[in-house]
């Protein structure tokens, strides 16, 4: 008798456990891959750029910055849309720690690698650190319909757009994203309006499930190779995005040590000689006043510091004196003409 009633309240515990952990739905996982890809594909333009091997600025084109916004909304709205489906037969407080610790730790893991790696626009609060602060605020709203979760990601995704203070701009606050403007940092995703993202993510969910549309998504399996890997990578999509930029920029690093050793150097000749033009001046006597330049700081070994933004207070009135003497040799005073009636 004991062992059937220990029988029936481990079939019933293990139907419990069924019920409170639905299965995965495979095509979430193949949007997580997806978009992994994308974020690789911009993450690799962005190191060719940054190494100097081919010359162009993503940040600096409207399809490159579409680009990199659509895939941080993407990931955002997978965010919301996870964390409704994962809730949706009961919380489970200990696999939500454990992830949300795991974010948590892979953000601060960012932060510290990028602050001595490359301080000058290191990652504060990027797309990890939303994720981890919006998996704690979404909790509040997940008990709300669909229609008021849909109201408050307008709103919070609209205020950026119609109110901005100083106070928001000490550093402290910057997390907040309601400063005048934006601090510099290679991956900056801030509360407002990314957080918005997340909630239409959670209506989007809500509504689904009360359509039973979740039900008849997690049938469907991928069928190809390809699609499979996609969910491969959705699955483990944490793992991929620690790992895929390092190993695309040592790859870099090392093709532009081959193929473009002096590529920050000729890049920026190339920007001094595009100021010089736009200025009025023909691009012959640019180039010759670039070169006239450059050359000079090559031979004074000051090189090294220009491109690195490291001039000492003696070494920047040495570059202006050669600035100076450079521009007498390329661009000499035009004498002026006398006016027509002046005596001579």
């Known amino acids: 008798m004991n062992e059937a009633t220990a029988a029936l309240q481990g079939d019933r515990a293990a139907a419990s456990t069924a019920i409170a952990r639905p299965p995965r739905i495979a095509a979430l996982d193949v949007a997580r891959g997806v978009a992994l890809v994308c974020m690789a594909i911009f993450h690799g333009a962005w190191d ?57 730790a892979a953000a601060a893991l960012v932060s510290v690698a990028t602050y001595f790696v490359m301080p000058e626009g290191w990652i504060f609060f990027g797309i ?28 919070i995704f609209a205020l950026p757009f119609l109110y901005r203070s100083e106070v928001f701009a000490q550093p402290a606050l910057w997390w907040v994203g309601l400063a005048p403007k934006p601090p510099g940092s290679f991956d900056y995703v801030p509360l407002f309006p990314w957080f918005g993202v997340v909630l239409a993510g959670m209506a989007l969910a ?29 699955r483990h999509s944490l793992a991929v995005y620690l790992i895929h930029q390092p190993v695309l920029y040592a790859l870099f690093f090392a093709l532009a040590a081959i193929v473009a050793p002096n590529g ?22 640019c180039q010759s006043y670039c070169g006239c330049v450059f050359d000079d700081l090559n031979g004074k070994g000051l090189m090294a510091a220009f491109m690195a933004r490291t001039l000492a207070e003696d070494q920047t009135l040495r570059l202006q004196e050669t600035i100076a003497v450079c521009s007498a040799k390329t661009f000499p005073p035009v004498p002026e003409t006398p006016e027509s009636g002046t005596l001579q």
């Open 264 to 285: 920050a150097e000729r890049d920026a000749r190339a920007d001094c000689a595009d100021r010089c033009v736009a200025v009025g001046k023909s691009a012959a006597d």
């Open 128 to 155: 990890l650190h939303q994720i981890a602060l919006a998996s704690v605020l979404g909790l509040a709203f997940l008990r709300l319909p669909p229609r008021l979760v849909f109201l408050a990601a307008i709103a």
């Open 206 to 234: 809500k509504l689904a499930i009360s359509q039973g549309w979740d039900r008849r998504i997690a049938i469907w399996q991928p069928r190809f190779v390809l699609g499979r890997w996609l969910a491969f990578g959705g």
């Open 48 to 104: 060719v750029a940054f190494l100097h091997i081919v010359r162009f600025d993503p940040g600096a084109s409207i399809g490159w910055v579409i680009f990199a916004r659509a895939i941080a909304g993407s990931f955002l709205m997978l965010v919301g849309i996870s964390l409704v489906l994962s809730t949706r037969n009961g919380f489970r407080p200990r696999p939500y720690l454990i992830r949300l610790a795991m974010i948590v």
